[in-house]
């Protein structure tokens, strides 16, 4: 495609106008191979895109995409006047990069149904479900998302929940010409403020819960819950809306759309579970709709992952999807890595679960679906990441503190951060909700309310030691990380894995235990 063509292609999707500076120049005429917003991936024929970051204006790396045989730069900052390549100045440089993508790749969303899924938990669990189920419908269904980006019979690592535009078009078109007819995206809150997926034509956007995160980037409850929303609001006429009405603000996405379909626990919606089963071998429940009644079989765990059924049996009840699919869809995921994963088997004597937990009310969701499950003592292993919002450090402390018997407090990815300050963040949350909790059943009770926990900065030692010293019928649950190979230290990126590291320490526990 050549420069003129592209850029009145991009014309046509967004505000800004980029070809009226180029078309009468020979440089129209060159053909571009590539759309990016990194100089590093710039080749000959490649158009730059140069993004205003946090610290760094992208636009200074156009030097060296222009040696890197750049055609021109799009950029919303005035021309570097050491740079000759054609300039395209732009009032909103994300927007003109999400309408170049869109273009260079053909809009392939308009050849495939995307299903959009929001919210702070459940993205991930919600995407896998909605896979399964279209793929027993006969549709072939690709998958992008935080654990992996599914691509035909291909599963990638992903770097970000929701990519950059170029990556997130350029998937798609490899899904369309692969011969996939659906694909489950996970759309996070970044991606929706970032514009990463503008001009993605969504068929389905769905809605799992807000709860407080990201609020370091957010700045408050409200941005963040008006950045998810962007998703909604740009929906197509005929799309579907689907949003869970036991959460507040899915009602208010509810009452804004044409045609929502609702799930619930506790409300009455369009779908509702009715007589749940849960044990550690999964969930077994009835789910009423409009179109009659299924019967549902999951191997998932715990009333969180109830919703996340709900949620991606709703979509494909709004899709007309066939009762047959929905149920052996569900029914045909085993697990998702990283999420209420139970890593511990029939010869071991506790339970082990790890999960992606790294939020207050996520952790909470974990511990309480954990409880309810047993009634022996849950040991929680978990920490908080550096460098992102500290106020939740005091508060996953507290959850912890109200819902662990053992707690260990240790490293997640502490990036720049010293570990032993986040930890300290972390047991201020506890010390706090202790002593509330003490304090409430009146004098004489001594440390009845109190949780026992220890401080471990080593990650490993720290799961090591809460699988070796559990008790029999012990839940050892390890929380933060989930699917992550890797831990964040300084600037480093070190091999990390908790599964690898739980089942290790369940091997040495057997064999122990065989020799003793």
């Avoid at 000959?44 to 946090?54: A, D, K, R």
């Avoid at 170049?100 to 993205?123: C, Q, R, W």
């Amino acid at each position: 495609m050549t420069l003129g063509d592209l850029l009145r292609r991009a014309d046509e999707l967004a505000t800004s106008r980029m070809s009226e500076s180029v078309l009468q120049s020979s440089v129209a005429s060159q053909i571009v191979n590539a759309v990016t917003h990194d100089s590093r991936n710039v080749q000959p024929g490649t158009l730059f895109v140069g993004l205003q970051g946090e610290h760094v204006d992208g636009a200074t790396y156009a030097r060296d995409a222009e040696r890197r045989g750049a055609v021109a730069v799009v950029s919303g900052s005035p021309q570097n006047t050491e740079v000759s390549l054609p300039w395209i100045t732009v009032s909103d440089a994300r927007e003109a990069l999400a309408a170049l993508s869109a273009s260079f790749y053909d809009l392939p969303s308009h050849e495939l149904m995307v299903l959009g899924i929001t919210g702070t938990n459940g993205k991930t669990t919600t995407a896998h479900l909605l896979s399964e189920i279209f793929e027993q419908a006969g549709m072939p269904c690709g998958r992008l998302g935080t654990v992996s980006h599914q691509i035909g019979n291909e599963t990638r690592e992903a770097a970000l929940t929701t990519p950059e535009a170029p990556e997130i078009q350029s998937l798609l078109r490899e899904l369309v010409d692969g011969g996939s007819m659906v694909c489950a995206m996970e759309v996070s809150s970044h991606g929706l403020a970032l514009r990463r997926a503008d001009f993605t034509r969504f068929t389905a956007a769905v809605f799992t819960n807000l709860s407080r995160d990201h609020l370091d980037f957010h700045g408050d409850m409200n941005s963040y819950f008006l950045a998810k929303r962007r998703l909604f609001d740009e929906l197509p006429s005929d799309a579907r809306t689907i949003v869970n009405l036991d959460d507040p603000r899915g009602s208010l996405l509810a009452s804004a759309a044409s045609r929502p379909v609702t799930y619930a626990i506790d409300q009455p919606a369009d779908v509702v579970s009715d007589a749940i089963d849960s044990s550690f071998n999964g969930l077994v429940f009835n789910v009423r709709t409009s179109r009659g009644s299924l019967h549902l079989r999951s191997n998932l765990l715990g009333r969180i992952n109830v919703y996340n059924i709900l949620a991606a049996v709703a979509t494909a009840i709004a899709l007309d999807l066939p009762f047959d699919a929905i149920e052996q869809g569900v029914e045909s995921l085993k697990s998702v890595p990283g999420r209420m994963q139970v890593v511990s088997h029939g010869d071991d004597d506790l339970t082990v679960i790890v999960d992606f937990a790294h939020t207050d009310d996520a952790l909470k969701q974990v511990l309480e679906g954990t409880r309810a499950l047993t009634s022996d003592r849950v040991v929680v292993v978990f920490g908080c990441g550096g460098d992102r919002d500290r106020s939740k450090r005091p508060l996953m402390g507290a959850v912890a503190a109200r819902l662990g018997d053992v707690v260990i407090v240790t490293s997640d990815n502490p990036r720049s951060e010293d570990p032993l300050a986040i930890m300290e963040d972390i047991t201020h949350g506890m010390d706090s909700a202790t002593q509330r909790s003490n304090a409430e059943v009146g004098e004489g009770t001594g440390d009845f309310f109190r949780t026992p926990y220890l401080t471990i900065s080593d990650r490993k030692l720290a799961i090591e030691r809460a699988i070796r010293e559990a008790h029999v019928g012990d839940v050892v649950v390890i929380a933060g990380k989930g699917h992550e190979t890797y831990q964040e230290i300084g600037s480093e990126r070190r091999s990390f894995d908790d599964l690898e590291i739980a089942q290790d320490a369940l091997r040495r526990r057997r064999t122990n235990a065989l020799v003793s």
